[in-house]
């Protein structure tokens, strides 16, 4: 049964705190991406990484920084957490399996900044 | 970039009933993805299309891409209750599903 899993399903953290979100997945897949998801704005790619030890920023990559050291793992990394950093977080992955592409999200972690 | 748009935003259904989710994109996709979102958890996938005209079905569920691959509709029949939640469909940008772009998604409620 194919996986993406979050580290965490729920975190509160303080202002200025470092924040790490990790992500697994074991489809030995590409492509990983981290997004957020916030009411009425839907889905926002934050960053995406292609291969090990690169990465691409998304569409909104201020206040975040990632990691991809190894192939199956991204780390999301929130330098110094502030309140509008507040979201529910999705890590995926994506990759061709039989010929088929396919991107597979994790359960989510929602962070809570006080 | 490219934009997508789902309609409606919210639907509320009678079980029993069937409904369409609508997802049209400002440019041609290389790929569409249907994911189902249940409130506070992540995505599950349901179905990607490629080609124009494609149709795929998972139980009660019908995905289609329209052939100039701007347009998908993603049908339910019967429904249950067991199908409330929201419905997201996710464009391709770039062929290789490493830039996903996301609707906003449509609530769907199924009442008794």
């Known amino acids: 049964d194919v996986k993406v899993t979050q580290s965490s399903r729920y975190l509160v953290k303080r202002t200025g705190e470092k924040v790490f979100l990790e992500c697994v997945q074991d489809m030995d897949h590409e492509n990983m991406f981290w997004y957020r998801q916030d009411p009425g704005l839907g889905l926002r790619l934050i960053y995406f990484s292609y291969d090990v030890k690169m990465k691409e920023k998304g569409d909104i990559p201020e206040g975040y920084s990632v990691s991809r050291e190894k192939k199956e793992r991204f780390s999301l990394i929130l330098e110094s957490a502030s309140t509008n950093q507040t979201s529910m977080y999705l890590c995926a992955s994506s990759g061709r399996t039989g010929g088929v592409t396919e991107a597979f999200f994790g359960q989510g972690t929602r962070l809570t900044v006080v | 970039s490219q934009e997508l748009e789902q309609s409606p935003q919210s639907l509320i259904v009678q079980e029993g009933k069937n409904l369409t989710i609508n997802c049209t994109s400002s440019k041609t996709l290389y790929g569409l993805y249907w994911y189902k979102q249940k409130y506070g958890e992540g995505l599950i996938f349901l179905m990607m299309?490629?080609?124009?005209?494609e149709e795929k079905s998972h139980e009660k569920i019908t995905a289609k891409l329209d052939e100039k691959k701007q347009q998908s509709s993603l049908h339910i029949t019967a429904s249950q209750p067991s199908h409330a939640g929201i419905y997201l469909c996710g464009a391709d940008r770039a062929g290789t599903a490493s830039k996903l772009t996301f609707g906003t998604g449509t609530r769907l409620q199924v009442t008794l």
């Open positions: 299309l490629q080609k124009g005209g």
